[in-house]
């Protein structure tokens, strides 16, 4: 059982994004516990809207997914400056910052602190370089025709070489990147590929210690011009997802870059390239 409420922590911080083994004040493998879990990304370049506050679970609480939280006090302190962030629509747990005189830059030393029923938590994090020497092997992808295909007729004949690409990147130290897929046209056209499950607009892979990522048409789900960022990830980030797969004979307290609460709050800094998508 405390193994299962490891991974339910572990599950619900990863989501997607300098840690310690600093443990907090009450384990949250007690029952009672009442700290707030942080689900804190920032993005450089990119607007502030990836922070995530919940509960932690009881044990032997059946429930797969913590209670969100939506009215916690939250700040990003950039240069001793506070940015308070807002509660985002719907019960989700998410928060935003409205304004755009909050930038997110390579170097930027960030602190967040929640505050939520008189008990503030607080971390810290700094903005890594971005992804180095990305390039992609072609600007174009086609997509196949679908017409009159359809299951269990036996597939399709296609041309592998133009169904998909590779981006590239340098990755001299074995860092985690995730890539991101994602159409940029204001009005695109969605391809019918006739098959009865849904595909999100954006693809998001798992992180990678590669040096390159293949994308095919599996991966878009419209025509057009499309954006594919490659993001470095920061180490605090990249040791809690290190931990995700941890054994149950070596039962520790999730890792946490926290004080007074779990979770991590990270920054993330891309490079992006683009290619069409024709049919």
Same mark, same amino acid.
Request: charge should be negative.
């Given at each position: 059982?405390? @193994?299962?409420?490891?991974?339910?922590? =572990? *599950?619900?911080?990863?989501? =997607? &994004?300098?840690?310690?083994? +600093?443990?907090? /004040? =009450?384990?949250?493998? +007690?029952?009672? *516990?009442? #700290?707030?879990?942080?689900?804190?990304?920032?993005?450089? !370049?990119?607007?502030?809207?990836?922070?995530?506050?919940?509960?932690?679970?009881?044990?032997?609480? +059946?429930?797969?997914?913590?209670?969100?939280?939506?009215?916690?006090?939250?700040?990003?302190? @950039?240069?001793?400056?506070?940015?308070? #962030?807002? %509660?985002?629509?719907?019960?989700?747990?998410?928060?935003?910052?409205?304004?755009?005189?909050? %930038? =997110?830059?390579?170097?930027?030393? #960030? @602190?967040?602190?929640?505050?939520?029923?008189?008990?503030?938590?607080?971390?810290? $994090?700094?903005?890594?370089?971005? &992804?180095?020497?990305? *390039?992609?092997?072609?600007?174009?992808?086609?997509?196949?025709?679908?017409?009159?295909?359809?299951?269990?007729?036996?597939?399709?004949?296609?041309?592998?070489?133009?169904?998909?690409? %590779?981006? *590239?990147?340098?990755?001299?130290?074995?860092? #985690?990147?995730?890539?991101?897929?994602?159409?940029?046209?204001?009005?695109?056209?969605?391809?019918? %590929? !006739?098959?009865?499950?849904?595909?999100?607009?954006?693809?998001?892979?798992? /992180?990678?210690?590669? $040096?390159?990522?293949?994308?095919?048409?599996?991966?878009?789900?419209?025509?057009?011009?499309?954006?594919? @960022?490659?993001?470095?990830?920061?180490?605090?980030?990249?040791?809690?997802?290190?931990?995700?797969?941890?054994?149950?004979?070596?039962?520790?307290?999730?890792?946490?870059?926290?004080?007074?609460?779990?979770?991590?709050?990270?920054?993330?800094?891309?490079?992006?390239?683009?290619?069409?998508? $024709?049919?």
């Amino acid at each position: 059982m405390r @193994k299962i409420v490891i991974f339910i922590i =572990i *599950s619900s911080i990863i989501g =997607i &994004t300098g840690c310690s083994q +600093e443990s907090s /004040p =009450i384990s949250p493998l +007690e029952g009672g *516990s009442d #700290l707030i879990v942080i689900r804190a990304y920032v993005y450089a !370049g990119e607007t502030v809207s990836d922070i995530k506050i919940t509960s932690t679970l009881p044990l032997g609480s +059946e429930e797969q997914s913590a209670p969100p939280i939506n009215d916690a006090q939250i700040a990003i302190i @950039k240069n001793g400056t506070r940015y308070v #962030l807002q %509660t985002s629509p719907g019960d989700s747990g998410y928060y935003h910052y409205s304004s755009s005189d909050l %930038t =997110i830059q390579t170097g930027d030393k #960030l @602190k967040i602190e929640v505050n939520y029923f008189d008990r503030v938590a607080t971390g810290g $994090t700094v903005v890594p370089e971005p &992804t180095r020497g990305l *390039s992609i092997s072609k600007d174009e992808l086609v997509v196949p025709d679908f017409s009159g295909f359809g299951f269990g007729m036996g597939g399709f004949n296609i041309d592998t070489t133009r169904i998909r690409l %590779t981006v *590239s990147w340098e990755n001299n130290n074995n860092s #985690l990147h995730f890539i991101t897929v994602e159409n940029v046209e204001s009005d695109p056209q969605q391809i019918d %590929t !006739g098959m009865p499950f849904f595909r999100s607009r954006r693809f998001i892979s798992q /992180p990678t210690s590669r $040096t390159n990522y293949i994308i095919s048409f599996m991966n878009v789900t419209h025509l057009g011009r499309h954006c594919v @960022k490659v993001y470095r990830i920061n180490q605090e980030y990249a040791d809690l997802y290190g931990s995700r797969t941890q054994n149950s004979r070596d039962l520790n307290e999730p890792l946490t870059n926290i004080k007074n609460g779990l979770g991590v709050f990270s920054a993330f800094n891309s490079e992006s390239v683009f290619f069409n998508v $024709t049919q």
